[in-house]
């Protein structure tokens, strides 16, 4: 019924959210292949402003895209995603 059917999507969804946030700490896409290294540039800029998890560590400046991961159950799907503005140039990338 739509009880079991919800406990079940409910269950899918937090098992998707904990790997799409372990992806932030390893550092790797969804198929565990590493990302790209950031570029010295950044890697300058990112040492001088600040961060909480090493210049260098990519994709994480204070934690906040990281720990935005949310799922929506919608009818048989589910959907995980982040409401922070910035998480479609994160995922998809961005052009100057």
Do not use: C
């Amino acid at each position: 019924g739509p009880e079991e059917r919800n406990r079940i999507l409910k269950k899918i969804a937090a098992e998707y959210s904990a790997d799409t946030e372990k992806r932030f700490l390893n550092q790797s896409d969804p198929d565990r292949k590493k990302w790209s290294p950031l570029r010295n540039s950044t890697i300058r800029y990112k040492t001088v402003k600040g961060n909480l998890m090493g210049a260098a560590h990519i994709g994480v400046w204070k934690g906040k895209l990281a720990s935005s991961i949310q799922y929506r159950l919608v009818g048989d799907s589910v959907y995980i995603g982040s409401n922070v503005p910035y998480a479609p140039w994160f995922h998809y990338g961005a052009k100057k």
